[in-house]
């Protein structure tokens, strides 16, 4: 089934252009109905224009109350028929005015392995803590920031002569990867919600290790 979407960023919008370059190349079975930036000068409204997808500008500054630059975003999504909600960068949060008429339908991608470092600059806390397994999570979106029930988790290692955007980097090729592919069992219907717990039905468990360390174990705590 195709599913309609619409992406919401505020900066690059590599992952919407991820997203979009995998709609063209038959990966994943959505269209774009309209991509709404809250900041005129995101790259990622011009991604979307140059891929002839409808782009709206909504600056949050302009309104009020949060509520309404919420109420906005909702009559421009209605209006579009769009299905889902894909948060794609965007830097704000949503309350729940915005998210009741989408509920259960709202996806976002944060640059860590949730529940560690929500919030801004995720690549530089797990820089500064010192982990040793970064990653990136694609999850729905409740009325918490970085909180809602987790779809898919992707690890990579972390240096000890990382900085921030040496680390964003690894972790953000793997964003490209996640974010289709979890949209893409969205549209296949695969995704089931229990609570907290989040069931892809058909997919297999992971089999690549049974473990995964960094650094690696050696012998001969690696038998
Ligand atoms: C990504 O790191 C994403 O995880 C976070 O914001 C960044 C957006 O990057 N939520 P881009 O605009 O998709 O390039």
Same mark, same amino acid.
């Given at each position: 089934m195709t599913i309609t979407l619409g992406v919401l960023?505020? =900066?690059? %919008?590599?992952? #919407?252009q991820?997203?979009?370059?995998?709609?063209? &190349? =038959?990966?994943?079975?959505?269209?774009? $109905?309209?991509?709404i930036a809250n900041n005129?000068?995101?790259? /990622? #409204? !011009?991604?979307?224009?140059? $891929? =002839?997808?409808?782009?709206?500008c909504v600056m949050h500054q302009e309104f009020?109350?949060?509520?309404?630059?919420? +109420? !906005?975003?909702?009559? +421009? #999504?209605?209006?579009? %028929?769009?299905? @889902?909600?894909?948060l794609a960068g965007f830097m704000r949060i949503l309350t729940p005015v915005f998210l009741a008429p989408f509920a259960g339908r709202v996806v976002n991608i944060h640059p860590a392995l949730l529940p560690a470092c929500p919030g801004i600059e995720a &690549? $530089?806390?797990?820089?500064?803590? /010192?982990?040793? #397994? $970064? =990653?990136?999570t694609v999850h729905f979106v409740d009325e918490k920031m970085d909180h809602g029930p987790i779809i898919i988790q992707a690890a990579v290692p972390a240096y000890a002569d990382d900085d921030s955007s040496r680390l964003g980097a690894r972790i953000l090729e793997l964003e490209h990867r996640i974010y289709p592919q979890a949209l893409? @069992?969205?549209?296949?219907?695969?995704i089931q919600l229990q609570d907290r717990q989040v069931q892809v039905q058909g997919v297999a468990r992971s089999t690549s290790s049974r473990w995964w360390t960094n650094p690696p174990l050696e012998a001969p705590f690696d038998q």
């Open positions: 960023v505020s =900066g690059s %919008g590599s992952n #919407l991820s997203i979009m370059d995998h709609i063209a &190349q =038959g990966t994943l079975d959505a269209t774009i $109905a309209v991509v005129p000068d995101a790259l /990622g #409204l !011009q991604r979307a224009q140059k $891929a =002839g997808i409808p782009t709206q009020p109350k949060r509520e309404d630059f919420d +109420i !906005q975003l909702v009559h +421009i #999504l209605q209006d579009a %028929g769009v299905e @889902w909600v894909v &690549q $530089a806390q797990q820089v500064d803590y /010192g982990v040793r #397994l $970064a =990653g990136c893409q @069992w969205i549209a296949e219907g695969r």
